[in-house]
């Protein structure tokens, strides 16, 4: 764990970089994965498997629980993706929409 002198403007601009560097690097691995048939094959995997459009409801709260984590982490992933290539989750889409 880092720990950053808050008082320290350049402290402060050197960690808000690094953090936005992290960020341009996850997103952009992000792209890439959903820029190949199989990548988004595999996310429309994953995604389908978190079932996030489904009710989580069950009469035990231990399952329910476990439910709502699921779905959570499928709208996590559909959010992040949105939000980075919009355009690319309409095209997994359509290519899974039969199956």
């Given at each position: 764990?880092?720990?950053?002198?808050?008082?320290?403007p350049?402290a402060?601009?050197?960690?808000?970089?690094?953090?936005k560097?992290?960020?341009?690097?996850?997103?952009?691995?992000?792209?890439?994965?959903?820029?190949?048939?199989?990548?988004?094959?595999?996310?429309w995997?994953?995604?389908?498997?978190?079932?996030?459009?489904?009710?989580?409801?069950?009469?035990?709260?231990?399952?329910?629980?476990?439910?709502c984590?699921?779905?959570?982490?499928?709208?996590?992933?559909?959010?992040?993706?949105h939000?980075?290539a919009?355009?690319?989750?309409?095209?997994?889409?359509?290519?899974?929409?039969?199956?």
């Amino acid at each position: 764990m880092t720990i950053i002198d808050t008082s320290d403007p350049k402290a402060v601009g050197k960690a808000i970089k690094a953090a936005k560097s992290k960020d341009e690097v996850r997103e952009e691995g992000l792209r890439q994965l959903l820029g190949s048939a199989q990548g988004r094959a595999w996310m429309w995997h994953h995604i389908e498997e978190c079932r996030p459009f489904r009710n989580p409801f069950s009469i035990d709260p231990g399952q329910m629980a476990f439910n709502c984590g699921e779905a959570n982490i499928g709208l996590q992933l559909i959010g992040e993706i949105h939000r980075v290539a919009p355009e690319l989750y309409l095209v997994m889409m359509k290519e899974n929409q039969n199956g």
